[in-house]
C-alpha cells in the first residue's frame, strides 16, 4: 500500500460528501456574500468546508489546516491539509455547472495527496507522491501536443483585473493568437486536472491562493508534467505566478509569457 493511502482514501471520503451536498444543492434559492468587490461566498462554501475540515480532523486531530473559508488554529505538525471547499464559486452561484472540491495534504512541507472531485460529472482526480495520478481508478498522463499552435490551454483572471495593471490581458491576446484555443472556464483546480488528463495541454494564472492549486499541481507533476512560475523557476503553492503544461511546451510558453510582461510594461 502506498505510504499515504490512509490520508487519500479520508480525502476522497470527504471531497464526496462535500461534492454530494453541492450537487443537491446547485441552482438551488442560495445566500450570497461579497468577500470583495467580485469575490463571492456562499453558505455552501462554509457548509461544504465544515463537512471536509471536521471529517479529516476526526481522523486526523493532530494535523493543521489552511483553507479558503475559515481560520483554524496552527501547530507544530509535519501534515498540513489545504483546502477549498468549493473551487469555482462564482459559476456556482450563477447557475454554471463548472466547479469542484480541491483538497491536498503536504507532509514534510511537500505535497503528498491530492484529490480534485466534479460532483456533476462525478470525474474523482486522485495522486498521491510518487504513486501517479489518477481519475476515477483510471491512470492519467499528460498530453504530447506541441508546438503551441497544436494546444489548448487554460487560463483565468484575478478579481482585480479591472484595477490591477497586472490582469493577465497582455498575456491571454499573446497565447490566444499563439495556440489552437484558450479556454477560461473559472475553475482553477480543474484547469489542473485537465493538465494532468491531458484535455488541457497547458495552463497559466496570476494571483491564485494555495487552495486553488495544491491539489492540482500534485495531479500534474505526478502526470508527468511540469509545474513552475512564469519565468520557469521552481514553485511553490505560495507563488502568485503558475505556469504548468505538459513540459514539451513548457520553454515556449516561459518566452511567451516573458515577451507579453515587456510589452505590457509589467514584470512576468
Not at 56 to 63: D, K
Not at 184 to 210: I, M, T
Not at 236 to 257: C, E, K, P, Y
Request: charged share 20%; glycine share 10%.
Amino acid at each position: 500500500m502506498n505510504d499515504y493511502q490512509k490520508y487519500l482514501d479520508s480525502a476522497v471520503t470527504a471531497a464526496m460528501a462535500a461534492g454530494s451536498y453541492q450537487r443537491h444543492r446547485f441552482a438551488s434559492l442560495l445566500e450570497i456574500d461579497l468577500k470583495g468587490d467580485k469575490n463571492l461566498v456562499t453558505e455552501v462554501d462554509r457548509e461544504s468546508e465544515r463537512l471536509i475540515v471536521e471529517h479529516l480532523l476526526a481522523c486526523f486531530p493532530g494535523h493543521t489546516v489552511i483553507a479558503e473559508e475559515g481560520e483554524y488554529p496552527s501547530g507544530d505538525s509535519p501534515f498540513r491539509w489545504i483546502i477549498d471547499p468549493l473551487d469555482g464559486t462564482t459559476n456556482y452561484a450563477h447557475g454554471f455547472p463548472w466547479f469542484c472540491v480541491s483538497i491536498a495534504m503536504e507532509a514534510e512541507g511537500e505535497l503528498a495527496v491530492g484529490v480534485i472531485y466534479n460532483p456533476l460529472s462525478d470525474e474523482l482526480f486522485t495522486a498521491t507522491r510518487g504513486g501517479g495520478a489518477y481519475m476515477n481508478g483510471r491512470r492519467l498522463r499528460v498530453s504530447t501536443h506541441f508546438p503551441l499552435g497544436n494546444t489548448v490551454l487554460g487560463t483565468g483572471f484575478p478579481y482585480d483585473c479591472a484595477t490591477d495593471p497586472a490582469n493577465n490581458f497582455a498575456s491571454f491576446i499573446a497565447f490566444q493568437k499563439a495556440a489552437r484555443g484558450i479556454r477560461r472556464a473559472g475553475a482553477a483546480a480543474l484547469d489542473l486536472a485537465f493538465v494532468a488528463a491531458g484535455r488541457l495541454d497547458g495552463f497559466w494564472e496570476l494571483k491564485l491562493k494555495p487552495w486553488d492549486v495544491a491539489a492540482g499541481v500534485l495531479l500534474v507533476r505526478e502526470a508527468g508534467g511540469i509545474v513552475t512560475t512564469f519565468d520557469g523557476s521552481a514553485y511553490d503553492v505560495f507563488n502568485d505566478r503558475i505556469l504548468a503544461s505538459n513540459g514539451l511546451i513548457h520553454d515556449d510558453m516561459t518566452a511567451l509569457l516573458a515577451a507579453s510582461a515587456s510589452s505590457a510594461g509589467a514584470s512576468p
